[in-house]
């Protein structure tokens, strides 16, 4: 068994999006270091024939440059048992995974495969989900295709393709509605595939670890701009602690933001270029400054995770617990959840919980509800 996990970058994005044209990038110049690329499929634009040695039947297929290039015609599974196999046995060297999902592929079982397998789990290390956006298309797609809503939910970076087809006003407008589905994921603009590979590389973004990034426009949006919070999208009565995005027809009061039409009036502060989205992809962020009884989170999150767990995408968070001196660290996918104590709280710092919840129409008030019960 290797010392060393095999750390695995899961490449999603939308028919068109330039998913290729960066693996080819990645694949010619990331020099020294040997790649295993999983795609699902071999087809005119995958990785093509100036990088392979030779067209095969074969499954697996080393490239000119060392790298070695699969398909997946069983499950994902199978393929990187069979990696990890050929590995051990000398046949193939590499030292990282990238898997090319197909463009409308959600990559949810993707990324549970690397929790829920035994011998996946133990050989490698799900390092980041990498989700690229066509500027040019990305509003309309978002619009049409729930598996591109998927796509951004799970991401830890986002890529935006094709940015120089569309002006600053668009790129800014598809900006704000891609930090209000995924504010946890840094967005990147980028122009044929010329990215930092620093950027999308060993960046940890399923470890767990004490820091959680959320985009500040995301905050600036949720706690300045708006009165009384607004961030997600399905019906409900609205109170003082209302943190919902509301993208459908209701009673505006002079607290609203929200991104609909409506009359305004002297309180009102949204950006008109941001148009009707009606997302089911939506994110929340619960804070509070009271400690966590442990037990009673528990329950919660065991039976959070059973009721809904297909509709929880990524969250994670830092915990504030009664009676411990360090901080612990929460991260999920779907129904798998894990908590770990990270590093002590400093005598300088406010102690504070803050996660972050990436999801499909997620009830956010019985979330806050049940999240405020479990406090000491």
């Not at 999902?101 to 959600?106: D, E, I, K, P, R």
């Not at 704000?176 to 990215?195: C, Q, W, Y």
């Not at 426009?217 to 708006?226: G, I, V």
């Not at 009165?227 to 019906?235: Q, T, V």
């Given at each position: ?21 960066l693996l080819k990038r990645i694949l010619n110049e ?91 789990a133990s050989y490698y290390m799900l390092d980041a ?234 009830p956010q008030e019985i979330f806050q509800q049940g ?6």
């Amino acid at each position: 068994m290797a010392t060393k996990m095999i750390p695995v970058t899961v490449l999603t994005g939308f028919l068109g999006s330039g998913k290729t044209t960066l693996l080819k990038r990645i694949l010619n110049e990331y020099h020294g270091r040997r790649i295993a690329v999983i795609e699902n499929e071999f087809g005119p634009e995958s990785i093509d024939n100036e990088l392979l040695v030779q067209d095969s039947d074969e499954e697996i297929i080393e490239l000119n440059n060392g790298c070695v290039c699969c398909t997946i015609r069983g499950d994902l599974q199978r393929t990187l048992l069979d990696l990890k196999d050929r590995r051990e046995r000398g046949e193939l060297q590499f030292e990282r995974v990238m898997i090319e999902t197909t463009g409308v592929a959600n990559p949810g079982p993707v990324c549970q495969t690397f929790f829920i397998d035994e011998e996946v789990a133990s050989y490698y290390m799900l390092d980041a989900v990498i989700t690229i956006v066509d500027a040019k298309h990305g509003m309309e797609t978002l619009d049409t295709q729930p598996e591109a809503q998927q796509q951004v939910g799970f991401a830890d970076r986002i890529l935006v393709s094709k940015v120089d087809l569309i002006s600053d006003a668009e790129y800014q407008a598809l900006r704000h509605r891609l930090v209000m589905m995924n504010p946890r994921a840094k967005i990147t603009p980028v122009h044929f595939g010329e990215v930092d590979l620093a950027e999308i590389i060993d960046i940890t973004g399923f470890n767990l670890n004490s820091v959680l990034e959320i985009d500040p426009d995301f905050l600036k949006e949720d706690e300045h701009e708006h009165g009384e919070h607004c961030h997600h999208h399905h019906d409900h009565e609205c109170d003082e602690h209302c943190t919902h995005d509301h993208h459908h027809d209701h009673e505006c009061d002079e607290h609203c933001h929200h991104d609909h039409d409506h009359e305004c009036d002297e309180h009102c502060h949204h950006d008109h270029h941001h148009a009707h989205h009606d997302d089911e992809i939506g994110a929340f962020l619960f804070t509070s400054d009271r400690p966590f009884d442990p037990v009673k989170l528990d329950d919660f999150l065991s039976g959070m995770v059973q009721v809904y767990g297909p509709d929880l995408y990524r969250y994670k968070g830092i915990l504030y617990l009664k009676g411990a001196p360090v901080r612990y660290l929460l991260q999920g996918v779907h129904m798998i959840l894990g908590t770990n104590p990270g590093k002590p709280w400093s005598t300088k710092e406010k102690k504070q919980s803050k996660i972050v919840f990436i999801g499909r129409k997620l009830p956010q008030e019985i979330f806050q509800q049940g999240l405020t019960q479990c406090l000491s």
